[in-house]
């Protein structure tokens, strides 16, 4: 089963910091990209940051300079590490594989037709 789960959220002051993780399991973890998103009360769930199979990362230009994406294959686990935290940064973050991700099942390699998510962390940041 195909599981993403999140931890590392809290409540930090302006200008803090936090690093997210997500704990990938139930696909082959080099073969897929993942990604970060947030949702903040009353809004859409907008893009944050991505890494790609081959580590190729991207960000939103509101947390360039400030996040970082990384992934741990050893522990199946990527991170966002987030620097100078603003209040408008306060949002549910969640991670979600890629769509394409290799899993094995029924004896044989198949690839996700859709993102897979996690239950999301709550990032709070206060003035």
């Known amino acids: 089963q195909v599981q993403l789960v999140e931890s590392g959220g809290g409540s930090v002051q302006d200008g803090g910091s936090l690093k997210l993780s997500c704990k990938t399991s139930?696909?082959?973890?080099?073969?897929?990209?993942i990604g970060w998103y947030r949702q903040a009360p009353g809004k859409e769930r907008e893009f944050v940051s991505n890494i790609s199979a081959d580590d190729d990362r991207t960000y939103a230009e509101f947390v360039k300079g400030r996040f970082t994406i990384s992934r741990d294959h050893a522990r199946n686990t990527v991170y966002l590490e987030m620097n100078s935290l603003k209040t408008e940064d306060t949002a549910v973050y969640y991670c979600?594989?890629?769509?394409?991700?290799?899993?094995?099942?029924?004896?044989?390699?198949?690839?996700?037709?859709?993102?897979?998510w996690g239950q999301g962390t709550q990032v709070t940041v206060a003035s």
């Open positions: 139930g696909f082959i973890f080099s073969s897929c990209g």
């Open positions: 979600a594989a890629d769509v394409g991700c290799l899993y094995y099942s029924g004896g044989d390699y198949h690839r996700a037709v859709s993102k897979t």
